[in-house]
């Protein structure tokens, strides 16, 4: 099924529900509100029949008392039986709203399996820090104004590949097409939710939760195995001072007499 026909089933099943369900539901609720008017008039009745059955109990034969209690039963169960009535319509107004909505469900999956599809690539803050003179950590320096910004919600997969068509058009510059941008290193499209390493120049950026063993979305920043191996690698050299920051030519501070320590 094509994209096209997808919207135009689902365009469809929505003009169905918006022009069926209300006009059943109202129908019901209509043939509700005539079984109380039912129900209220034998109520009537039978407080009639019960209270002319009492006045006159001591005159009355056992056998007209007799007939009196078989009116009063009748009476009593035809209000029983509207009553039955009334909800056995409520139940079929139910079950037909169940099946809609497990209907959408159906369609639902159908229209996110056939979305369109193209490569996207995730935005970038255009915001650019002012130049150092030092071009040795640019990828670091990257990696931190990226750390600024507010993470956004994990996408899934059909959600992040409906995305990627708005950027697709992003990959031609100066009449020359970029190298398409690969995304987990899986190369396929799932039905999974992924998540953004938040490093900018990771080579997959987005991976899929089952891929790399994830079940929760994380919080904050999160990064690959390789991106993160890589900033503590850099973070550990950037702890250690360069030679421009040793002191030369100064006394180390006078440490007192070594104590020999006895066994």
């Known amino acids: 099924m094509s994209a ?6 689902m365009a469809e099943f929505f003009a169905e529900i918006n022009q069926e369900v209300p006009k059943r539901t109202k129908e019901a609720l209509a ?8 129900a209220k008039k034998k109520a009537e009745e039978v407080h009639r029949t019960k209270v002319e059955f009492l006045a006159h109990y001591g005159t009355m034969t056992d056998d007209s008392k007799s007939k009196a209690f078989a009116m009063l039963l009748s009476q009593v169960t035809q209000i029983s039986d509207l009553s039955a009535k009334k909800v056995d319509i409520a139940q079929d107004a139910y079950t037909d709203a169940c099946q809609i909505y497990d209907e959408f469900k159906i ?18 803050n255009p915001a650019k820090s002012k130049s150092t003179g030092e071009d040795e950590n640019d990828g670091i320096k990257k990696e931190k104004k990226k750390r600024g910004k507010k993470r956004k919600d994990v996408p899934s997969t ?3 590949v409906i995305k990627m068509e708005e950027g697709a058009d992003e990959n031609m510059e100066g009449g020359e097409e970029k190298d398409p941008k690969t995304y987990c290193w899986c190369q396929l499209e799932k039905d999974d939710q992924m998540v953004c390493c938040e490093n900018p120049s990771c080579k997959y950026e987005w991976y899929h939760f089952t ?4 079940e929760i979305a994380p919080v904050g920043d999160w990064y690959c195995t390789e991106c993160r191996e890589f900033e503590q690698r850099v973070k550990k050299e950037e702890e250690q001072p360069g030679p421009s920051e040793r002191k030369v030519g100064t006394t180390p501070a006078r440490r007192g007499p070594k104590k020999k320590r006895f066994n």
Do not use: H, Y
């Open 158 to 160: 059909s959600d992040a």
């Open 211 to 214: 891929c790399i063993g994830m």
């Open 107 to 124: 369609k639902r999956a159908k229209f996110i399996e056939n979305c369109p599809r193209s490569p996207w690539k995730s935005p970038v």
């Open 4 to 9: 096209i026909q997808t919207i135009n089933d």
């Open 31 to 38: 043939e509700i509100e005539k079984l109380d008017q039912l």
